[in-house]
């Protein structure tokens, strides 16, 4: 590039500049050229009507003349400006507005200011007229474009409001599930929830009852988004106040599932894993309202679904009863809860991780912390569904009983 | 997923195909409304034919609860028919084929149902 510009090109860069200040809506004189323009287009109509008016005095005509000259060189230099201004110049020669403005001046420049014998293409001025519209409409899209422009504004600043909101309150949501489980000598479990990119529902629970048991939970709330997120905490709540009250299990799905059932106008769900563990005897009494059955793992390497599965989900049905299951943990068990984001997420070809592929890493783990399986499963899940988004919840809890 | 009604004299069928997902369950709902509320009459009875719905999730699940209860309350029969095993499986655990009548196929759940 060079450092000196050509006459040329500065003459180029000053009418840019000027076509700029002229013609943008934003110009520094575009109010006032554009006030110009319509009163010369109103003006120029009116004296047309003046002039075909019958005995006008001479020295009329003549002013009505000369004043033509100005029409017509003011927007002539307006066009050429126009032309100048475009970015695309034949689309805009050829647009509705360039065409206008031609039409507006060619008259004069076919005919001049006096073919008496081409009287009737002097009406052409008329379409001087068009030219008001033109400039109308002009300044109507552009009064529409900024008020669009702002309103876009407006919604992506909402939006971004709404999503800042949205992931504070899931972190809130993961935050308010514990850390850790209760410290207790016999037994130890570990847990981890990981949310899918909208708000979801998945949630475990542990809990110190009255009389040294410890309640674990594993939950799972129907669909995603803020409801799910609500319903999660109503129920998460309403399970940890009558918990302690509970003699078994059971017993606590029941209330629970009666009062859900009138706080639920949107008629939701949750499917809940419950259960409680006597951590001197190793006794796990457990009831399940449609929950995926939990797998045990006995310290031989066998693994098998918890039985009692198929109550119904709290929340549909204000009578449902669950029955309360007992099992005797003995050293080396482990009892894995999950919810079903973990065997059913999918890969990009659409296949499920599976309740298989599950039980394979349940089965190879054989000894340490249950933190360890978590990691475990969490990785073989995440290897599995590669590139594949994570469409649900990832809840996830290990308890290993040692010894009373 | 692909949703299709045909009606068997009074009765309505609603035949879904492919996946019953969050994706699908509020276009499915909307459906199922329109079905429930009747075209020119109520139906006696709404028939789904699950042969080809290959998955259900829990919003899918939750869409089933809701038309359940509407029907109840219009004293319109619900029922499930040709369930495969995925979507079995689902509606066990849940304990929702406690709650809504399953039958093994179509023919079985025509002939069952009240025609008028």
């Not at chain 1, 009406?123 to 400039?135: A, E, F, G, M, V």
């Not at chain 2, 699908?24 to 199922?32: D, I, P, Y």
Request: proline share 4%.
């Amino acid at each position: 590039m060079s450092a000196v510009l050509r006459p040329l090109q500065l003459f180029n860069l000053r009418l840019h500049h000027l076509a700029e200040q002229l013609l943008e809506p934003q110009g520094r004189y575009a109010a006032g050229f554009e006030n110009l323009i319509v009163g010369l287009i109103v003006f120029s109509v009116a004296s047309i009507g003046v002039e075909a008016m019958p005995q006008v005095p001479q020295w009329l005509l003549t002013v009505l003349r000369v004043a033509e000259v100005v029409v017509v060189a003011v927007f002539s230099f307006e066009y050429l400006l126009r032309i100048v201004a475009a970015p695309k110049k034949l689309a805009f020669i050829v647009s509705f507005q360039g065409v206008v403005d031609l039409l507006a001046i060619a008259p004069f420049f076919l005919i001049g200011l006096d073919a008496r014998w081409l009287r009737a293409l002097r009406l052409l001025r008329l379409l001087r007229l068009l030219k008001l519209q033109t400039h109308f409409l002009e300044h109507t899209v552009a009064e529409r474009t900024r008020e669009l422009a702002q309103k876009n504004a407006a919604l992506l600043a909402a939006q971004a409001q709404l999503k800042a909101e949205i992931d504070l309150a899931r972190a809130m949501q993961i935050a308010i599930l514990p850390a850790g489980f209760p410290d207790r000598p016999g037994c130890e479990a570990a847990a981890c929830m990981i949310p899918a990119t909208t708000m979801g529902g998945d949630f475990y629970d542990f809990m110190e009852l009255p009389g040294g048991e410890i309640g674990l939970v594993m939950a799972d709330v129907s669909g995603h988004g803020v409801p799910a997120a609500f319903f999660m905490a109503v129920a998460r709540t309403n399970l940890r106040e009558l918990a302690p009250h509970c003699p078994d299990p059971g017993t606590c799905l029941n209330r629970t599932n009666e009062v859900l059932c009138t706080q639920n106008p949107m008629d939701l769900f949750v499917t809940v894993f419950y259960c409680m563990l006597n951590t001197h005897t190793g006794l796990l009494r457990y009831a399940n309202a449609g929950h995926n059955p939990p797998y045990l793992r006995r310290a031989d390497g066998s693994v098998h679904a918890l039985d009692g599965a198929g109550g119904l989900v709290l929340g549909a049905m204000a009578d449902s009863r669950f029955e309360t299951h007992s099992l005797q943990l003995l050293p080396g068990d482990r009892v894995v809860l999950f919810t079903d984001g973990v065997t059913e997420a999918f890969n990009s070809t659409d296949e499920a991780y599976g309740v298989e592929r599950l039980i394979a890493e349940v089965k190879a783990y054989d000894s340490g912390a249950a933190s360890g399986l978590i990691d475990r499963i969490r990785n073989s899940v995440t290897r599995f569904a590669g590139d594949a988004p994570q469409s649900d919840d990832i809840a996830l809890s290990v308890l290993t009983w040692r010894d009373s | 997923m692909n949703v299709r009604l045909e009606t068997v004299g009074k009765v309505a069928v609603v035949i879904l195909e492919g996946r019953l997902d969050f994706a699908t369950a509020e276009g499915f709902q909307k459906q199922l409304e329109l079905v429930l509320a009747g075209i020119g009459s109520v139906p006696p009875a709404v028939v789904i034919d699950c042969a080809a719905l290959q998955y259900i999730s829990s919003a899918g699940l939750r869409v089933l609860l809701v038309a359940a209860k509407a029907a109840q309350r219009a004293r319109i029969a619900f029922c499930l028919c040709s369930l495969t095993a995925a979507v079995r499986d689902v509606l066990d655990v849940s304990g929702f084929s406690r709650i809504v009548t399953v039958y093994a196929d179509r023919g079985v759940a025509l002939a069952q149902v009240p025609q008028g």
